[in-house]
């Protein structure tokens, strides 16, 4: 794809958003995302699973941005179409596949997969049970995302379970 092409794409695409013209600006967005463009990927995640612009929830098309953005490496998209797939959320429950796509977002740093990663293994959720692991990504969920009710929560579950181990 021709850069100039994808940037005078972009720049209608904003156009059309800044005038909240979202229904001429999504056949656009949408091609920008089959040329590739990461940014349109994301947008259209958040458009279609997330209510961005109005939009009704629309988890199949959501799912299927999000599984596109993931593929080009980007780790909150990774997240995303991990707990899509995690909840069966626009797909069949895939949790082999959840897991596989939160330990990717978790390994590319990014905070929000790492308590979900440590139930995971906690649960051996798409995975075997490992709760070192799982303490391991809890702890890592404290550090960068601090005490929320549901962080301490986890980690008191593997507290446990690593007592009766």
């Known amino acids: 794809m021709d850069q100039e092409v994808m940037d005078e794409l972009k720049e209608a695409i904003a156009q059309l958003l800044e005038k909240e013209e979202i229904h001429d600006a999504l056949p656009m967005m949408k091609q ?53 797939n995690k909840e069966g959320i626009g797909c069949a429950k895939n949790m082999e596949q959840a897991f596989y796509f939160m330990n990717k977002a978790a ?40 005490h929320t009710p549901e962080i301490d929560k986890h980690a008191r579950m593997i507290k446990k379970a690593l007592e009766k181990a």
Request: hydrophobic letters at 45%; aromatic letters at 16%; a negative charge.
């Open 32 to 84: 920008a995302t089959n040329w590739g463009d990461l940014e349109s990927q994301k947008q259209l995640i958040d458009i279609f699973l997330h209510g961005k612009y109005g939009i009704v929830f629309d988890p199949k098309n959501g799912f299927a941005y999000a599984r596109l953005a993931a593929m080009n490496g980007d780790a909150q998209a990774m997240y995303e179409f991990a707990r899509l």
């Open 107 to 146: 390994t590319a740093r990014y905070p929000f997969a790492y308590d979900e990663l440590a139930v995971m293994y906690l649960m051996g959720q798409g995975c075997q049970k490992d709760i070192e692991q799982a303490g391991f990504w809890n702890l890592k969920a404290l550090e960068q995302l601090g």
